[in-house]
């Protein structure tokens, strides 16, 4: 269903990247949404006034917080979509995450009333009237959020977009919270048990920890995350390919939002390259970058000395540092040699949240290389910490 939707409201021939794609996903997710929310809350409302029951009329507020969200959704892609101008020359992708914010956040606060709520109701208990209305009502509501939930999902998938991924998981919570007020119902009536505070409670718990959810996925593209491994992979290959790039390193990603991101890397060259052929070689790299993944690319050329000495230390000092930890690289490795000192010039790369300190490790690289090369060899290693996301 999701994919027909998506081929009857796309242009032809539309790509998940382009900026124009995603503003008409997060519209058509936000215009149902409106809709049918309303109609829920409505419907819920009236059946949680008419039965007295304070956790059907805690769903139908949420439902109306989701018709509220849905327009911020939609508006926010709306302007997400917007073209780069002047006071903003990185376009205005970020306003897609702002959004999933924003919708997030509303779910916290939609969360901590409805469970103020249920806790008066637990506190002092009202008779809840049964009606097989209200229980059509729910359950009418449960397949339509999660009909949501799995078109939402569609979309959200289908562009990569943390902010519908959020409403979707909202709908999901929502069909969950709706089962339990349903739950709730059929056990006052069929075993005179009142559970409709306890049942208003859960579904508080359950929309607190679908906001929060929300609010940390869509805040860290906000803060600035690191760069995905995959993609980082793809680039060092696409680098390597070209003759004369010995190696990359220090590669920094800037996410300006969906489809608008920067990048730049350090390129390890020959010291004795031709340097008018090794910056058209450069060049060439980022605009293959930008062609491929839509990212603008700011190379900077690292001259190394690549003599077969220089790289047969270098293999060994990376050996021994990978005894530290396999994770850990080196690069920019250089030499000065002097009558009796030999420094070994180098960075070392570790995870983020790697065990040792920086002056731990290169210490510790420091007596690796005494001990096994010799006491002539000197170290001079900067460590680094990762950009990319290791997984930690």
Known sequence: MTQLIIKLFMPKGARPEDPEVRRRCGVLSGGIGIGLNLVLSFSKLLAGLITGSVAMVADGLNNLSDAATSV???VGFRLAGQQADQEHPFGHGRMEYVTGLIV????????FEVGRSAVEQIVAPETVVFSWVACGVLLGSILVKLWMFFFNRGLGRYIQSAALEATAADSLSDTLSTGVVLLSAVVGRFLDVQIDGAAGLLVAIFILKTGWTAAKETLDPIL?????????????????RYDHILGIHDLVYHDYG???????FHAEVPADGDMLELHDII???????ERKHHIKTVIHMDPIVNDQHTQ?????????AQEID???TIHDFRTTQGPLLTNLIFDMVVPYHFRMTDRETAAEIDRL?????GERYYTVATVERSYVWSGE
């Open 72 to 74: 911020i959704t939609l």
């Open 104 to 111: 997030a956040l509303a779910v916290l606060l939609m969360g």
């Open 224 to 240: 600035g995350r690191p760069m995905d491994p995959k993609l980082a992979e793809d680039v060092d290959q696409l680098a390597r």
């Open 258 to 264: 969906p489809g608008r991101a920067m990048m730049s």
């Open 283 to 289: 060049d060439t790299i980022e605009r293959d970058l």
């Open 312 to 320: 047969e230390l270098k293999a060994q000092v990376l050996q021994l």
């Open 326 to 328: 396999p994770s850990i």
């Open 369 to 373: 290389v005494k001990e096994r090369l």
